[in-house]
């Protein structure tokens, strides 16, 4: 497909409705190694925990390679075979608490080809908004679509730093940890739980912690710390982090916003974070 042809699916909406289910944010509070009965129907949806919600429901026979859905139907079909979660942007307007009724309306914004550093790529940004009963969820989705890699990752040498942060946790993601987000998320990409996939076709050292599942831990940081729900979050996801490794999560308040990281077991920043605390 042409660059033209790529733009052409700018504008492109989808929607779907589900319910906050009960049961699935009680198992997310569960894979995080929390008390499940401390949610019940009524209560505020936790941060980003609407990402169990109004999922693709592909079939198995329109799955690709990796897990994923294949392009072609909502999102583009561009000539790129790895995909990845750069970033997002989020606001949170109201509350979604668990029990309501769910509308997600999709809408792709942007196509938008570059050059990176390992070669041609396509950038696509999607809003989402969604609507609960008494709230909504207004969210940018950065998708980053490129050529799958020839050569085992390499990453580079980038040194820790050197400020020192009020918040400081660690958790250590295990396969379990990463299958049961994968579950609850419906995402099928095999980089999470499929080691040999990782290993042979993608080429990463082993399976990938999910980009959204370090946000959520870093929103969870955040609004656990201060006692605050939040009202915004913008993250950007800077490198991969890796089973059975020790992320650090880290994040300093300030009347404005607060500053939030995720640091690799190298101590480089692999995933950073602004947030607005109500």
């Known amino acids: 497909m042409s660059q033209e042809a790529w733009a052409a699916w700018v504008g492109r909406t989808e929607e779907v409705t589900d319910q906050a289910s009960e049961a699935l944010a ?24 609407h990402w169990m919600y109004c999922r693709e429901l592909a079939p198995g026979s329109h799955l690709d390679v990796d897990g994923h859905q294949k392009r072609g139907d909502f999102l583009p079909a561009l000539p790129f075979s790895r995909r990845m979660w750069a970033g997002g942007r989020l606001r949170f307007e109201g509350t979604v608490r668990i029990g309501d009724g769910l509308r997600r309306r999709s809408t792709i914004r942007t196509v938008t080809p570059k050059t990176g550093r390992s070669g041609p790529l396509v950038l ?5 908004r969604i609507s609960g009963n008494g709230g909504e969820i207004v969210e940018e989705q950065d998708l980053v679509f490129l050529e799958r890699p020839t050569e085992p990752l390499a990453l580079p ?18 396969a379990a940890m ?12 095999r980089i999470h739980y499929d080691r ?13 912690v999910h ?18 729900p939040l009202r915004a979050l913008t993250f950007r996801a800077r490198r991969p982090m890796f089973v059975d490794r020790m992320i650090t999560l880290e994040g300093t308040p300030s009347s404005a916003s607060t500053t ?8 480089a920043v692999a995933m950073s974070a602004e947030a607005t605390l109500g």
Request: no cysteine; charged share 25%.
């Open 26 to 49: 009680r198992g997310m509070l569960a894979t995080l190694d929390r008390d499940p009965r401390a949610l019940g129907d009524g209560d505020p949806l936790p941060p980003l925990f």
């Open 196 to 208: 040999d996939y990782a290993r042979g076709v993608e080429l990463y050292p082993d399976l990938v």
């Open 211 to 228: 980009g959204p599942l370090t946000a959520l831990l870093l929103a969870d940081l955040a609004t656990r710390r201060s006692g605050r």
């Open 178 to 189: 990463l299958f049961r987000f994968s579950a609850l998320t419906f995402n099928a990409h």
């Open 260 to 267: 939030l990281r995720a640091l690799d077991d190298t101590g």
């Open 124 to 128: 696509v940004t999607v809003e989402h």
């Open 157 to 174: 040498d980038a040194p820790a730093p050197e400020d020192e942060m009020e918040w400081s946790e660690s958790v250590t993601p295990n």
